[in-house]
T-cell receptor, first 114, second 115 residues
């Protein structure tokens, strides 16, 4: 199993540009989520999904869109990048049932918005 | 509102000594509590969780954590620290009564184990 994969590893954008951060998992996990990690602020939940076709907002959803058309993929879209979105982004997934709370994290995408 | 506090930005401990990384929480109802570890340039790795039952939970790599409801704490412990334990540690909480799977993470504590 590759686990949770994220692409790209690094990205530099200009203000106003759009892009999609990719996340995929090959463990047939139902739950997937996106977090951003900023210095001194820990991880903050952006969006999450409890299954294909179902998404919901987390703590800091503004400026980000998600969709979940398949179990495996959970892309995060930045429609118009802003410097405040400079961060490290982590995708996570977990099983259903008793192990739902044990999240597996991808290696992260470091995004800089100029 | 749910919240998690990790009062120490950094903890230094000598190799072979016991270590404690502190975490306190605020949540409605009975909390689900978690510890994760992050090594440099890596994603977080799950260490352990408290859902219900015994207040002392054991996890990966010899770590354990003690749930204390009266003090609303969930401190991470290890009897004998290794240099390889040096990493960033995150405490997290979920309120199951909220009906959602929203996790709140603390700001992290950097553990440095000195040889």
């Amino acid at each position: 199993n590759a686990g949770v994969t994220q692409t790209p590893k690094f990205q530099v954008l200009k203000t106003g540009q759009s892009m999609t951060l990719q996340c995929a998992q090959d463990m047939n996990h139902e739950y997937m989520s996106w977090y951003r990690q900023d210095p001194g602020m820990g991880l903050r939940l952006i969006h999450y999904s409890v299954g294909a076709g179902i998404t919901d907002q987390g703590e800091v959803p503004n400026g980000y869109n998600v969709s979940r058309s398949t179990t495996e993929d959970f892309p995060l879209r930045l429609l118009s990048a802003a410097p405040s979105q400079t961060s490290v982004y982590f995708c996570a997934s977990s099983y259903s049932g008793a192990r739902r709370d044990e999240q597996f994290f991808g290696p992260g995408t470091r995004l800089t918005v100029l | 509102a749910q919240s998690v506090a990790q009062p120490e930005d950094q903890v230094n401990v000598a190799e072979g000594n016991p270590l404690t990384v502190k975490c306190t929480y605020s949540v409605s109802g009975n909390p689900y509590l978690f510890w994760y570890v992050q090594y440099p340039n890596r994603g977080l790795q799950f260490l352990l969780k408290y859902i219900t039952g015994d207040n002392l939970v054991k996890g990966s790599y010899g770590f354990e954590a003690e749930f204390n409801k009266s003090q609303t704490s969930f401190h991470l412990k290890k009897p004998s620290a290794l240099v390889s334990d040096s990493a960033l540690y995150f405490c997290a909480v979920r309120a199951p009564t909220s009906g959602t799977y929203k996790y709140i993470f603390g700001t992290g504590t950097r553990l440095k184990v000195l040889a």
